[in-house]
């Protein structure tokens, strides 16, 4: 069996697709049925000979849909036959190339059921915590049966979810965790079950799978043929109101997300660290992981991949129900929190507190530049990956991201000091420090998602909004002997609290070593030296005020029918998708840009979607009326790209290479 992959046996049941854990086995095949196995970079479909071709279909868009939405298109989807399965399949299964010398029978009995899904509710009673079972009506899970202040436990008996609302407190989230370990050991269950953690609107595709019309698949014919255009007509209007297409596009109609205060930022920062206890920063040269200098911690460079070992504190909180347990006791009487032919678990403590002890957790942050390959990943899921989880075991948690798309805990670790440098660690800090470089602090939505990034060093990318830090080394040593400045520069618009924060990272982060005097530059009263380095004054920007109003919405058919989606406010070039059409506001105007590889259909409703868009803010904001332009992707012009924070060159897809 290899470790880190997932292996599904597909069945359809009326409109959706039951996905059945399997062990990750070739035993587990069987002629009539298609598999699924997820082997992260890339999800393979099996189809046994006597498997219906509707199955194939269905587990493939099932496929895509995962793909898109936990790997963010990130994965290989490769399908394969019984009767011609490659060598890559029986790698990602057993680790062999070869096909398994026993034959592939029919062994699942016909008449096979999935095990039946139980909800429960994780709730906190006096002295003891409880697990009422929901009721299901008709067996139905639906989406509306999960409160966001609460924290639900769907067990599939392989399967086993654990579910937390948004506005759920803290004490509830503890509780579940330890809950659903409990649920876990309770019963018998097969060794490959999958204990998972689902956070309220970043479900997973296994996840929602379970629930009723949670994502259904819409029909939706995107192959228009000439005779169909003869026979329907040519006019998108009238199809979308003959044929009722379902279309979402309730985003548009929602207020901007508010920006966070500095209060609130600090507070957050301040939440997210209490329970740190450690911080161990590795960084990958050549092969291999290696400690990263303490001096370091804060800085990145966009070719390069970097692991955080973080080790969390986890304690009871300290009231009534911080107590350690006695005694795991299955009620089979009727709860009054349930319906008449539901279970409650109940799990009960004993107030003891002198003899509470702390329990701890460890989170591997896997950080991965823009400019970076996938190599760094392969060499982490290899090496350190597996030497944590052989320390830590189950207390293990390993989150991948890339650069600009930190989540908010991992970036609070670093108090808005986080540098992000062109290039590559090893090469830069050897080889150069012989040119100017400009960098660009700024916060999108929250100082929480503070950030320092290398920018082109040209005067026109100043802008009076900001503080910037140009690292000037000289090319002669000038008359006071110095070899070179870091200017910090000031914007006359910028916002107060960045500027001791801006002076700080220039101290600590960009000047190596103290090797250069630090100068505060205030707009209006630079020197010549600092725009000789910028290559001389240039015209630039004055005006900030589209940092509070930009909103990016993504128009897709992923679904099957047509959906507007808002990014988050702290949004970066790589989330313009290539598959899509976006939506891009800046205040002033409204982009319709277009990725390489959207479809024709999608443009045509994402420009319908945008007019409605313009429209509405037109009522909403009559002060501040809105254009519509076209932005094709390679050709944004600086009124699209000053929405990014550190706009580069777009990455080129793999596949897309000329």
């Given amino acids: 069996m290899i470790s880190n992959c997932s292996f599904y046996r597909a069945s359809v049941a009326g409109n959706t697709i039951e996905m059945e854990p399997v062990p990750v086995s070739p035993d587990s095949l069987d002629p009539r049925y298609v598999f699924l196995l997820d082997a992260g970079d890339t999800i393979w479909i099996w189809s046994g000979r006597k498997a219906r071709i509707t199955v194939s279909n269905k587990t493939r868009l099932f496929a895509v849909k995962m793909n898109k939405k936990d790997r963010k298109g990130r994965a290989e989807i490769e399908s394969c036959a019984e009767l011609r399965t490659p060598e890559g399949f029986w790698m990602a299964l057993y680790g062999q190339p070869n096909k398994p010398e026993d034959p592939i029978v029919e062994h699942v009995d016909a008449d096979f059921i999935p095990e039946r899904r139980r909800l429960y509710q994780v709730q906190i009673g006096m002295g003891f915590l ?44 503890m509780a579940g965790q330890k809950m659903v370990v409990e649920l876990h050991a309770m019963l018998e269950r097969p060794n490959y079950t999958i204990i998972s953690r689902e956070t309220e609107g970043e479900e997973s595709t296994m996840f929602r799978s379970k629930f009723q019309g949670w994502d259904d698949i819409i029909p939706f014919d995107f192959t228009r043929t000439a005779d169909s255009v003869q026979r329907r007509g040519a006019d998108l209007k009238i199809i979308m109101e003959r044929d009722k297409i379902k279309t979402d596009l309730a985003p548009l109609f929602l207020p901007r997300q508010s920006a966070m205060s500095e209060e609130e930022a600090n507070q957050m920062m301040e939440e997210c660290n209490e329970d740190l206890e450690l911080l161990e920063p590795f960084v990958l040269e050549g092969k291999k992981f290696v400690r990263l200098p303490q001096e370091e911690l804060g800085t990145f460079y966009t070719m390069d991949c970097y ?17 350690d347990e006695e005694e795991i006791e299955l009620s089979g009487e009727k709860s009054d929190a349930a319906g008449d032919d539901t279970d409650a678990i109940q799990i009960f403590k004993r107030k003891e507190p002198e003899e509470v002890q702390e329990d701890f957790k460890c989170v591997v942050y896997f950080w991965q530049g823009r400019d970076a390959n996938n190599m760094g990943w392969l060499h982490f899921t290899f090496s350190l990956q597996k030497k944590f989880e052989g320390l830590f075991k189950d207390k293990l948690e390993v989150v991948r ?45 929250s100082a929480v998602c503070t950030r320092t990034i290398q920018i082109d060093c040209r005067a026109n990318q100043l802008n009076s909004a900001f503080c910037f830090i ?50 505060i530059v205030r707009e209006g009263e630079e020197p010549e030296k600092f725009w000789e380095c910028l290559g001389g004054k240039k015209k630039y920007d004055t005006n900030g005020d589209f940092l509070n109003f930009t909103r990016l919405f993504r128009c897709t058919n992923e679904k099957g029918y047509f959906v507007v989606s808002e990014k988050t406010v702290d949004f970066c070039q790589d989330d313009l998708d290539d598959d899509d059409i976006m939506i891009l506001d800046n205040g002033d105007l409204v982009f319709l840009w277009m990725g390489y590889h959207a479809s024709e259909v999608e443009l045509k409703l994402a420009y319908k979607a945008a007019q409605v868009y313009v429209a509405h803010m037109k009522i909403k904001e009559p002060e501040r009326p809105r254009k519509l332009v076209l932005s094709l992707k390679g050709r944004e012009s600086r009124r699209f790209t000053k929405c990014f924070h550190a706009w580069g060159k777009h990455k080129i897809p793999a596949g897309d290479e000329v």
């Fill in 130 to 173: 409880e697990l009422p079972q929901v009721e299901l009506k008709h067996s139905a899970l639906k989406q509306d049966m999960l409160d966001t202040k609460c924290a639900y436990i769907l067990d599939c008996t392989s399967d086993i979810f654990l579910w937390v609302g948004r506005k759920a407190n803290r004490l509830v989230k």
């Fill in 470 to 519: 140009l690292r000037a080394p000289f090319k002669i040593v000038d008359e006071n002997g110095l070899e070179g400045k870091v200017f910090v520069w000031y914007g006359s618009k910028s916002n107060s609290n960045h500027h001791d924060l801006c002076l700080q990272v220039a101290n600590e982060l960009i000047n190596r070593n103290s090797e250069f005097p630090v100068e």
């Fill in 307 to 323: 692991v955080f070992l973080c080790r969390y504190e986890v304690i009871p909180e300290e009231d009534e129900t911080d107590l």
């Fill in 401 to 445: 991201m890339y650069q600009q798309q930190e989540n908010h805990k991992f970036l609070s670790h670093f108090h808005k000091k986080f540098v992000i440098r062109r290039g590559r660690r090893g090469l830069t800090m050897n080889l150069g420090g012989h040119w100017p470089e400009l960098f660009l602090m700024r916060a999108n939505g």
